[in-house]
């Protein structure tokens, strides 16, 4: 049976790091269709939507599954497949860039400003839950279930050791060990 280890461990140089890339901005929109994580951690290219939409998409991602453990690219991982189906659809494209900027237009009544540009979480999801029974979030929610959890990367996260049934199956492999699910 594995353990895991699930106390924060926070080094001096992790909390310099971090504390200074809050502050810095979560997600930049570079010219050319490009959405780059504070301190160019990743990037992504975009083709179809706006690059401001898209890192608005990331962002809501983020505030609709909070895991402060999953770094942003996994949420822009789980976010880049609607650009490629905004090529496709023309309708989903409308959906996904009007979605975005009722967020924003939301936020720049209640905050002043645009989504990506409202400090605290809470007042971010308070924004996504006045918005929740419309089809645009809906769309965005059931589809981050798949486009985030589907990842291998994140299930080494949660301590998921992923499908068993190619090795042999779960009885000996722990069958019974499933603290991964506590996390």
Avoid: C
Avoid at 20 to 43: D, E, F, K, Y
């Amino acid at each position: 049976m594995r353990t895991l280890d699930k106390r924060t461990k926070v080094t001096r140089r992790r909390f310099l790091k971090t504390a200074g890339a809050g502050t810095a901005g979560i997600i930049a929109v570079v010219n050319g269709g490009i959405v780059m994580g504070s301190g160019g951690a990743w990037a992504m290219e975009v083709k179809t939507l706006r690059p401001e939409s898209m890192a608005t998409l990331v962002q809501m991602a983020r505030d609709t599954y909070p895991h402060d453990h999953l770094a942003d690219k996994f949420y822009a991982q789980a976010m880049i497949g609607y650009d490629a189906s905004a090529g496709e659809d023309a309708a989903l494209k409308a959906m996904l860039e009007g979605g975005v900027d009722l967020l924003d237009a939301t936020a720049q009544a209640r905050h002043g400003g645009g989504y990506r540009d409202v400090a605290w979480e809470e007042d971010r999801v308070a924004i996504l839950t006045s918005i929740e029974d419309g089809a645009f979030f809906q769309k965005i929610r059931g589809g981050l279930i798949t486009g985030l959890y589907n990842q291998p990367e994140v299930w080494a996260k949660f301590g998921y050791e992923g499908a068993s049934a190619e090795k042999g199956g779960y009885i000996s492999r722990g069958f019974d060990d499933i603290d991964w699910l506590e996390a």
